[in-house]
């Protein structure tokens, strides 16, 4: 589900387990994903993408997982550390008319890694 | 350092004021972004530019006013703005707009309040 601000979706992990956070996704012609992070003070900054002809991709540590079939997106991040503690965002891309490719953003979730 | 830089990074404003907000990006992209992130809200598209042209307006009102004077400078000038304005205002750029695909490249944000 979605939610933003002080609602955010908070996930609380230990330091060195894994973490799994959770999109959903909305227009099935979107065609292309992507993860991003932010920092407190920051801007998003890109973790990983995964276009819509594949359902997994692994990257440093994380990994994405795609379910066209219910419009699903997973981020894993392995071996979770303090420095992995942000905002996650999904974002999905779709062609829309002479506008081109645009990108729509999830209410994010809110990651806190406890040492 | 994305190599997207944001002017000012903090900015309070009376009701009646102008201001502007600078974006600047130094990685050789056609299309830059103007978002704003609030508390309440997932993050939402204002403005698209792509070659120095504005391609999308994403029902902004016209308190809001974008610049694109060449494609490495974006500004969004503000004129009576009202308090639910107050936002992280962010910019962003990419490769292309058109092509299909391709993360965009977010500033660290102007964090504006308007009392």
């Known amino acids: 589900g979605e939610s933003v601000g002080l609602h955010l979706p908070t996930l609380s992990v230990q330091e060195g387990d894994n973490s799994i956070i959770n999109c959903a996704y909305s227009n099935s012609a979107s065609d292309y994903f992507i993860w991003y992070k932010q920092e407190s003070g920051k801007g998003p900054q890109f973790i990983i993408d995964?276009?819509?002809?594949?359902d997994k991709r692994q990257g440093q540590r994380v990994t994405v997982l795609l379910n066209k079939t219910v419009k699903h997106l997973s981020l894993q991040i392995a071996a979770t550390q303090p420095g992995d503690s942000a905002v996650y965002f999904c974002a999905e891309s779709y062609r829309s008319g002479n506008a081109g490719n645009m990108l729509t953003f999830g209410g994010g979730t809110r990651l806190m890694v406890k040492p | 350092e994305t190599g997207v830089t944001q002017t000012p990074r903090h900015l309070v404003m009376g009701m009646t004021n102008k201001k502007s907000l600078k974006c600047e990006q130094h990685?050789?992209?056609?299309?830059m972004y103007w978002y704003k992130q609030s508390a309440k809200k997932p993050l939402e598209l204002m403005f698209v530019?792509?070659?120095?042209?504005?391609?999308e307006n994403n029902s902004v009102p016209s308190r809001f006013s974008p610049e694109c004077p060449n494609s490495s400078h974006l500004f969004l000038h503000l004129h009576t703005l009202q308090p639910e304005d107050s936002a992280l205002y962010l910019c962003?750029?990419?490769?292309?707009?058109?092509?299909?695909?391709?993360?965009?490249?977010f500033g660290p944000g102007t964090r504006l309040l308007v009392l």
């Open positions: 990685l050789g992209h056609n299309a």
């Open positions: 962003a750029s990419s490769q292309d707009h058109g092509v299909a695909g391709g993360h965009q490249y």
């Open positions: 530019y792509s070659l120095e042209e504005r391609v």
């Open positions: 995964i276009r819509s002809n594949m």
